[in-house]
T-cell receptor, first 114, second 112 residues
């Protein structure tokens, strides 16, 4: 089944403890992206990647890192999480960026930083 | 990307058709109309997209007005599983890596 898989689904952590949220897609998509969703603010893009070894900042990149060493994986790294990074995170992928296709989203990772 | 306007909420009976409207009066000639939905506790899900002609797929139909200033997502037979927030989004041909911008969408309730 074509899908974007995120892990973990739920995570509670303490301030300052490094964590990684994994994202993997099995559709050979070139484009991958991370979003966070907060009440009243909608979905906001954190980082995106046009292809292997090509990443760039989205609208809210502060406090996050990403890497794209392989086409299928696009992990989101929080080096020193803070409570304002408590949010619902979604990874998405697309065949190519632009309007000709639709994004496939993962099921989400609900992160709580205490 | 140009702005879209959708009703905040709609209600439908199960097994009846649902027509979800979207206004996009400032659409440009190269903007595609995309629809996504988000079920409770899940990630957004792509539904359908089109440019000028009406489109059909296994999930829904998209009817686009002749002047392209509005469109309607049609669910032919609503089920309880279709209860979700539906988002209408415009994507320009040069949108490339610009992020999807989800507005408030339409919250669809389906009554058994």
């Amino acid at each position: 089944e074509a899908q974007v898989t995120q892990n973990p689904r739920y995570l509670i952590t303490v301030t300052g403890k490094k964590l990684t949220v994994t994202c993997s897609q099995n559709m050979n998509h070139e484009y991958m992206s991370w979003y966070r969703q907060d009440p009243g603010l909608g979905l906001r893009q954190i980082y995106y990647s046009m292809n292997v070894e090509v990443t760039d900042k989205g609208d809210v990149p502060e406090g996050y890192k990403v890497s794209r060493k392989e086409k299928r994986n696009f992990p989101l790294i929080l080096e020193s999480p803070s409570p304002n990074q408590t949010s619902l995170y979604f990874c998405a992928s697309d065949f190519k960026p632009g309007p000709l296709y639709g994004y496939t989203f993962g099921s989400g990772t609900r992160l709580t930083v205490v | 990307d140009a702005k879209t306007t959708q009703p905040n909420s709609m209600e439908s009976n199960e097994e009846e058709p649902v027509h979800l409207p979207c206004n996009h009066s400032t659409i440009s000639g190269t903007d595609y109309i995309h629809w996504y939905r988000q079920l409770p506790s899940q990630g957004p899900e792509y539904v359908i997209h089109g440019l000028t002609s009406n489109v059909n797929n296994r999930m829904a139909s998209l009817a686009i007005a002749e002047d392209r200033k509005s469109s309607t997502l049609i669910l032919h037979r609503a089920t309880l599983r279709d209860a979700a927030v539906y988002y209408c989004i415009l994507r320009g041909v040069n949108s490339g890596n610009t992020p999807l911008v989800f507005g408030k969408g339409t919250r669809l309730s389906v009554i058994a």
